[in-house]
């Protein structure tokens, strides 16, 4: 028996365990065909540009070795050993990880499972889309070339609505479903002084990446006038736009922020608190809802109560800055559901005078 041998490949075993860096030197050869499973895994692009990667453990631990956490900026379907890993942990439980580097441009992610005996078990991919994020981060870039992409089509299909209300702006829109399937990027427009701003010409002031988003609220518009329009950019880099509304403020608020206050009218995707956290609030206000909507109460009064609970939050903010984002998500919600009673209110309201004449 070569003993000397035996000592050798056990230091490397140790080296394995203590530091994740020395397996560079494993090979694909090593490894079994990468087996498919639902991990439920899903990835966040957050409002300071780091990505919230979460899953769920498959049911593998009698073989446990590790987990790699992949990322390649150039193959749509990553796995390690191929692709290099963002993350290493040999913790059963590791089930999220927020990637704080991601690169400019296309992020493919995939969690694998790594057994003893060499099978991996691999989640279906996420794509994360991020423009020049150096330039981003600062504000104020101007180097994209308006013939990377191609000429925009303006189309009705948004019916982009432009709400003003006192100190806000409320933009909602149509969902665009012919291009789901292609779809890059929803950029929200913003100008002071162009009438027909278009994307890159002018920054957006904000971006989705998720297609499903139809609602945005600019808390922060310009005195004057402000020129927005919505546009749905394609993998292709095709360019589908709406028209253009106006909105204007005499004594608007013009404290300019750069935006990194994450929007408040999202889909809850774009928001910085990790999906379970957001599954755990839309459970408990969702059934507040129902509750409130089973009432006989009038809509004034259900408004009240709505109000009431916002300006209860508040004071939780100023004790506990530790769930500031959590309470301001659900004072999101609360305000939205304000919105659709106010909306039925004056509806009632008409619905009335008609009865009258029944």
């Known amino acids: 028996m070569n003993y000397k041998k035996i000592i050798v490949l056990s230091l490397i075993s140790l080296l394995a365990l203590i530091s994740p860096s020395v397996y560079a030197w494993e090979t694909s050869s090593w490894y079994k065909a990468v087996i498919e499973k639902d991990f439920q895994f899903k990835a966040d692009l957050e409002y300071n540009w780091s990505v919230e990667l979460e899953w769920k453990d498959i049911d593998t631990t009698w073989d446990f070795k ?4 992949v990322r390649s900026n150039n193959n749509p ?9 963002i993350k290493y942990s040999a913790d059963e439980d590791f089930t999220s990880y927020t990637d704080n580097k991601p690169k400019s441009w296309v992020n493919y992610y995939r969690i694998c499972k790594i057994m003893k005996d060499w099978n991996r078990y691999c989640s279906k991919t996420q794509k994360i889309y991020i423009e020049n994020k150096d330039a981003t981060d600062k504000y104020n870039d101007k180097k994209y070339e308006t013939d990377w992409y191609k000429t925009p089509v303006i189309t009705d299909e948004f019916w982009l ?3 003003q209300k006192e100190k806000e702006v409320v933009l909602e829109w149509k969902k665009l479903k012919e291009y ?3 779809f890059k990027w929803l950029k929200i427009i913003r100008s002071n002084n162009n009438a027909n701003p278009f994307y ?3 920054w957006a002031i904000w971006v989705y990446t998720n297609e499903n988003e139809t609602r945005y609220v600019d808390y922060k518009p310009k005195t004057w006038v402000n020129y927005y329009r919505i546009c749905l950019i394609t993998d292709d880099n095709d360019r589908y736009c709406s028209k253009v509304k106006k909105a204007y403020y005499k004594n608007g608020n013009t404290n300019n922020s750069n935006y990194t206050k994450t929007n408040n009218t999202s889909n809850t995707n774009n928001y910085w608190i990790t999906w379970k956290e957001k599954a755990v ?6 059934s507040f809802f129902k509750k409130l909507e089973s009432t006989n109460y009038s809509n004034d009064k259900k408004i009240d109560i709505l109000e009431n609970i916002i300006n209860k939050l508040d004071e939780l903010i100023d004790k506990n800055q530790k769930i500031k984002q959590q309470i301001e998500y659900l004072i999101i919600l609360l305000k939205r559901k304000i919105e659709t009673f106010q909306n039925s209110s004056w509806l009632d309201e008409i619905q009335k005078i008609f009865n009258e004449w029944m």
């Open 66 to 69: 590790y987990f790699k956490l």
């Open 77 to 85: 379907n990553p796995k390690y050993p191929e692709d290099w890993y």
């Open 161 to 163: 609505e432009v709400i």
């Open 180 to 182: 789901d399937n292609n």
């Open 200 to 202: 890159p010409n002018e």
């Open 281 to 286: 609030l839309n459970k408990m206000i969702n």
